[in-house]
């Protein structure tokens, strides 16, 4: 049997022997990997390519769908505001995480412009015209049409077949 845990941090150690950063992600589904990856921002410059993010592409590609219903996924630490929107949106059965920030703290830091680890939350909690990021609402009715136009196209039905809900 496969230590999935063992295999996540080994994966991030191999990635920052390499140049890369500090994270790895690994999908198992069924007892097996699905999918797996470290954290590529370092090396392609792409700040988007995130290990949770790349590893749920690879996996959800696979398995023809963007449900990750009946996964586990496992991370080196807690996600960052990106990925967790990823990890909600994909629907897996469990996310473990291996490490948290107060544990790897004396170690790495990541911060950024607009916002770090220890206020992204009250940050997000804002309103979208109080927070630190400069953003304006536009507002375009015709904004409201691709909208109206993809519910017609989608037999009447505002939500994505398919998709695991709340509900």
Not at 9 to 15: E, G, R
Not at 35 to 55: F, G, Y
Not at 103 to 119: L, M
Request: charged share 30%; glycine share 6%; hydrophobic share 35%.
């Amino acid at each position: 049997m496969t230590d999935f845990a063992q295999h996540t941090i080994d994966l991030a150690l191999k990635n920052v022997e390499e140049g890369g950063r500090p994270f790895a992600t690994v999908i198992v589904k069924d007892g097996e990997i699905l999918a797996e990856s470290p954290n590529r921002v370092a090396q392609t410059n792409d700040p988007t390519a995130h290990a949770e993010i790349l590893a749920i592409r690879e996996a959800c590609t696979k398995l023809g769908t963007e449900h990750l219903t009946g996964a586990t996924i496992y991370i080196l630490a807690l996600p960052c505001p990106m990925c967790l929107g990823s990890l909600y949106y994909c629907s897996p059965d469990e996310v473990v995480f291996l490490t948290t920030r107060e544990d790897y703290s004396a170690h790495y830091v990541d911060d950024r412009k607009y916002f770090d680890f220890d206020n992204f939350y009250d940050e997000f909690a804002k309103p979208w015209n109080e927070r630190r990021l400069p953003i304006r609402h536009e507002s375009r009715l015709d904004a409201v049409d691709v909208y109206r136009r993809w519910q017609e196209r989608n037999g009447g039905d505002k939500r994505v077949a398919g998709a695991p809900t709340s509900r």
